[in-house]
């Protein structure tokens, strides 16, 4: 996308939104959620948070990008699972069934990267009670995907969790754990095959179920967004792989490897960096990328310049 369109948006971003008129607000670390009776209105802001923490500057149209791709693969999935998109009246926002959700992320990994790498390379040789075999390296495939939920942390860190420290601290019964194990990775292989079909290898992701008020299993939250997911480029995979060197991702990877770069990891005392204009402009073009890669559509952006009236306006006309 023409970097010039992006500039002119650095201005009008969805930093934050208050539409507290509209019922409760929980502010996450992306999105506003507004508790509207059995319903839910999800605004993505502009927002971009790593390690835990939400960053100073606004990324353009990074709240329509997330929005998109979520609409898109909740769409290629609804076969599998019901999911809990309602309406999307806005490039921003989506309409969703509120669900009483389950405690745990279902993380399933295709490939050994991230945290589950560090823990590989530590020495240790389960992930959340899951074996591994040894001679693996960086970004390897793995045997097979493999689900290792994390609980929900109501404040910092998410931790691994076993299937059976779930069911044994009363989190989820067996036969719900078993369950949604299966839709995770039912939905995983959903996304390696749209990945594949767009030249990308999905590497990682989380999903995340409720019950909705019928007592009905529901995919909520985002699903394969560059927020909850790692791409990598499936061209360069084997070479890149053979050679030890890192994989060329479409994720929001980079921007935590610039934070490490700027000795900040979410660490007490460390001190979070500004991103200067040029970066987001960058961060932004590679959000838009991922969008159109994934999608295989070409991403058109709503250059609104006072985009949260406009939200408003759509939230508050689909809500009649
Ligand atoms: N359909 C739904 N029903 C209930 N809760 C939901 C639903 N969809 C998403 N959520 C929750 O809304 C929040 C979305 O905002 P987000 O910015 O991701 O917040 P967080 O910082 O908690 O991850 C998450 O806590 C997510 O679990
Ligand atoms: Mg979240």
């Not at 997911?229 to 610039?258: G, H, I, M, T």
């Amino acid at each position: 996308m023409n970097k010039r369109i992006i500039e002119s948006q650095l201005g009008a971003t969805v930093a934050v939104t208050h539409f507290d008129h509209l019922g409760a607000r929980y502010g996450g670390k992306v999105r506003d959620t507004y508790s509207i009776g059995d319903r839910l209105v999800l605004v993505t802001s502009d927002r971009i948070s790593a390690f835990d923490h939400i960053l100073r500057q606004t990324i353009p149209f990074k709240g329509q990008v997330l929005n998109g791709v979520a609409h898109y693969f909740f769409d290629q999935t609804k076969d599998i699972v019901q999911n809990h998109v309602l309406a999307i009246p806005d490039p921003n926002v989506t309409i969703a069934r509120k669900c009483t959700s389950f405690p745990v992320e279902f993380v399933v990994r295709g490939y050994l990267a991230g945290h589950a790498w560090r823990t590989y390379k530590s020495g240790l040789r389960t992930l959340c009670g899951k074996n591994l075999p040894d001679g693996l390296q960086q970004n390897s495939k793995l045997p097979m995907p493999i689900l290792t939920p994390a609980t929900k942390a109501v404040e910092g860190h998410d931790e691994d969790i076993s299937r059976e420290d779930i069911i044994r601290r009363g989190i989820l019964t067996e036969r719900q754990f078993d369950e949604l194990e299966s839709y995770s990775l039912a939905l995983f292989k959903r996304g390696s095959e749209c990945a594949a079909r767009q030249g990308l290898i999905l590497v990682d992701t989380k999903y995340e179920f409720g019950l909705d008020a019928q007592g009905v299993i529901t995919l909520i939250d985002e699903i394969h967004t560059p927020d909850s997911s790692r791409y990598f480029y499936a061209d360069s995979y084997e070479e890149l792989l053979s050679r030890n060197e890192p994989q060329r991702q479409l994720s929001k990877e980079f921007v935590r490897e610039w934070l490490m770069d700027h000795d900040f990891q979410g660490l007490e005392n460390q001190v979070l960096p500004d991103l200067d204009d040029a970066f987001r402009v960058e961060i932004a073009s590679r959000y838009v990328e991922l969008y159109e890669k994934v999608t295989g559509k070409s991403f058109a952006p709503n250059t609104d310049q006072k985009p949260i009236e406009r939200i408003l306006k759509a939230v508050e006309a689909a809500l009649i």
